[in-house]
């Protein structure tokens, strides 16, 4: 194994930018940490999340660099939460200690007060809840999960803290009339928080990707930061996890409380408690393993023989427009009688 340096080989000299577009590289731009609870998914992500930053800071503009990146485009890093308050709190203040302590961004916000003095400009302004970096024309800061004021913005990265327990948007009968009560069940929507986010990152993927053919190596792209522990196993964090296989971009981790946590071991009492009296949702929480209740409850050997006679019903597979699945249930076109047993 071999460390590039500066995004080059230092034994081959072999750059990133044509390790990546020959396929021998993997460009990951995009994070999926399905970890138990009390993990410190929020350590990950901010840590993560000031990283990238600081990367960012010390590359000229990307309006400078890029094609069609102008001066004047505002660039942001959005953190989100299921609630704006929980955003703030969790993500947010921690991140902002960083900037008042971390030795990096201390020096740098230095430097540039020095410089907007001399110049008589302003360069940069923490505020209660946004960072602004006037000469790359960056902002940092929460926003509330909602997928109307989310698009529009073009991202250098964002950061979700438990986009598992985000709700899944309902799932609705296409052939049925539409609900209009519906339309305005869009906030904190798992699919359409994601979906807002990860499409605002595309404009500087494609220009950072673009910069690779010209032979830029150490440029960072549009980042997305997903951590979460699971809710269940169609939750929106799962799914990526399970999507995440084998891709080129995504790049999944799935690990236990005890596995990340080294102040919390697998023979914890509590741990050893919770897995006492309930060992599925235990294993949920701290295991990062959520159940899958089509195939983790009763075997087919023990159900089979509770269910005789005719089967009266069928049951059809419905994708819908977003691409979710369903069952839905269909009588049979003959005449039939209640039976004596149901199974839904």
Known sequence: LCFLHHGVCPRCGTGKAEMILS?????????????GQRAGKTVVSNTLTSYWIHRILLIPPYSQMCDGIQNFSPLTFTLVATTYTRAQSLLWSPLQAVFETSNFFVEYHKMLKHQGAKFGVQLMALKNSR?????????IGPMAPSMRTLRGDTRIGASVDELGWFPLPPVVDEDAEGNPEEVERERANAEEVYTALDRSL???????????????????????????SPASYRDKISTMLRESEGSVRSFGVNLPTWDVNPLIPRDYPDIIEAYRKN???????????????????YSRETLAPLFTGVNHFAVTRVVTSTGKLYGRVLPLKRKWAWPGSVLA
Do not use: Q
Not at 28 to 35: D, G, P
Not at 218 to 225: N, T, V
């Open 202 to 228: 595309i404009t500087i993927r494609a220009a950072v990707y673009d910069l690779y053919r010209k032979g830029y190596n150490h440029i960072p792209s549009g980042l997305g930061i997903y951590t979460s």
């Open 279 to 297: 060992p599925v949702k235990a294993d949920r929480d701290w295991g990062a393993k959520p159940p899958n209740l089509n195939a983790a409850i």
């Open 131 to 139: 960072m602004f970096y006037a000469h790359k024309n960056i902002a």
């Open 23 to 35: 396929g021998e590289l993997r460009d990951f731009v995009e994070l999926v940490a399905c970890l």
